[in-house]
C-alpha cells in the first residue's frame, strides 16, 4: 500500500474506509473527497446508514475501475430478530405485527435458514437504493407511494450460525453470510421470519469481507488525514483483477492514443496494461498478438 501525498498531483486510486454508523455511504464519499481535495470520488456497494464496515471507495481515475469491483462477492455479520415484522425490514422501521416466538426452536430455525443456502430468487426491500424510472426505491416509500420491487436472483454460498438467544419475548439470531453482490441481508432476515410465520427484522449489519478487501484491510473514517491518506494504486487493483501485460514507453504513446500494439501475451477479454513502475497505462483486449485499448488511464509517458 503507498502512501501518496495530496498536495503533489491529483490522486487516483482506492482507500478502504470500515464505514461508521449513521452515515451513509454518500456521506462517506463527501468526506473523502473533502480529504483529497477532489470531486471524482465513488463507491462499490452502499452500505446503509445504520450499517457498518467495508466500503471501497475510488479517487479520481479508480472511478473508472468500481464497476469490475462492486460485482465481488461480499460477507456479512448480521443479527436477525424473529417475532416482529417492520416496515424497513430493519430496526429503522415501523412496527407492521408482533408475533409469539414460543413455539419457534434452535433446531426449526437453522433448518429454515439452510433453505435460502444456494441459487435463490430474492424480493429487495421495498427501501433499497434501487432505482425505478430514476428514483431510488426509498424516496419513493418516503413520499407515501407503494413500492414493489422485482425478484432478482441472487446466490447465497454458506449462513454460519452462531447464536441464538431469546431476548425478552423475540428470538436473535447472529449470523455470518457469505453472498453475492446484490444480495439484501435486510430481505434474508425478512424471508425467514415469514418462512417461520413470526415475522422477522434485521437489527445489525457489518460487512466484514468486500471481494479481495476485508475488516483487516479498512480504515477508520475518523483516522484518514488530508494531505496523507492510505491510497492503494490502480495498477494493483487493476493486476488483481485482470490478467497483466507490461509494455515500454513506445508502446505507451500509442496505447494512449488509442491505436492498438503489438506485443506477445497471454489471450483475455480485459487485460490489465501497465509499464514498469508499475503504472496503469490501459484495459485492452488481447487476441495473443495485438491489444486493443478499451479504456485508456494513462495521459502520457508516465501514466497517472
Not at 3 to 15: P, S
Not at 42 to 52: F, I, K, Y
Not at 167 to 178: G, R, Y
Request: include cysteine.
Amino acid at each position: 500500500m503507498n502512501q501518496i501525498k495530496q498536495a503533489a498531483n491529483e490522486i487516483h486510486g482506492f482507500v478502504i474506509v470500515d464505514k461508521p454508523t449513521g452515515m451513509t455511504s454518500h456521506d462517506v464519499v463527501h468526506q473523502i473527497r473533502k480529504l483529497a481535495n477532489t470531486r471524482k470520488v465513488g463507491h462499490a456497494g452502499t452500505l446503509d446508514p445504520d450499517a457498518t464496515g467495508v466500503l471501497v471507495v475510488g479517487l479520481g481515475k479508480a472511478t473508472r475501475l468500481l464497476t469490475f469491483i462492486v460485482a465481488d462477492n461480499k460477507t456479512y455479520q448480521a443479527t436477525i430478530r424473529l417475532g416482529q415484522s417492520r416496515t424497513t425490514d430493519d430496526a429503522q422501521g415501523e412496527i407492521i405485527e408482533t408475533k409469539s416466538c414460543e413455539n419457534i426452536t434452535s433446531d426449526l430455525i437453522k433448518s429454515e435458514i439452510e433453505k435460502f443456502v444456494g441459487d435463490i430468487q430474492q424480493i429487495p426491500s421495498s427501501v433499497s437504493a434501487i432505482k425505478i424510472e430514476g428514483k431510488r426505491a426509498y424516496d419513493l416509500v418516503r413520499l407515501g407511494e407503494k413500492v414493489e420491487l422485482a425478484p432478482r436472483s441472487v446466490h447465497i454460498s454458506a449462513i454460519d450460525v452462531h447464536e441464538i438467544k431469546k431476548v425478552e419475548n423475540f428470538i436473535d439470531v447472529q449470523v455470518t453470510v457469505h453472498c453475492s453482490s446484490g444480495t439484501y441481508i435486510r430481505a434474508l432476515a425478512r424471508d425467514l421470519g415469514n418462512n417461520l410465520n413470526v415475522g422477522g427484522h434485521l437489527t445489525s449489519l457489518r460487512r466484514t469481507q468486500s471481494g479481495q478487501w476485508s475488516i483487516n484491510d479498512s480504515h477508520k473514517l475518523s483516522d484518514l488525514k488530508s494531505g496523507n491518506l492510505p491510497i492503494i494504486s490502480l495498477a494493483q487493483i487493476a493486476t488483481s483483477i485482470f490478467p497483466s501485460v507490461t509494455i515500454g514507453i513506445e508502446e505507451i504513446e500509442e496505447l494512449i492514443h488509442g491505436r492498438n500494439v503489438r506485443i506477445a501475451h497471454t489471450p483475455a477479454e480485459t487485460l490489465a496494461v501497465i509499464d514498469k513502475t508499475p503504472t496503469l497505462i490501459a484495459l485492452a483486449k488481447g487476441d495473443g498478438v495485438m491489444l486493443k485499448p478499451n479504456v485508456v488511464f494513462a495521459t502520457g509517458s508516465l501514466g497517472v
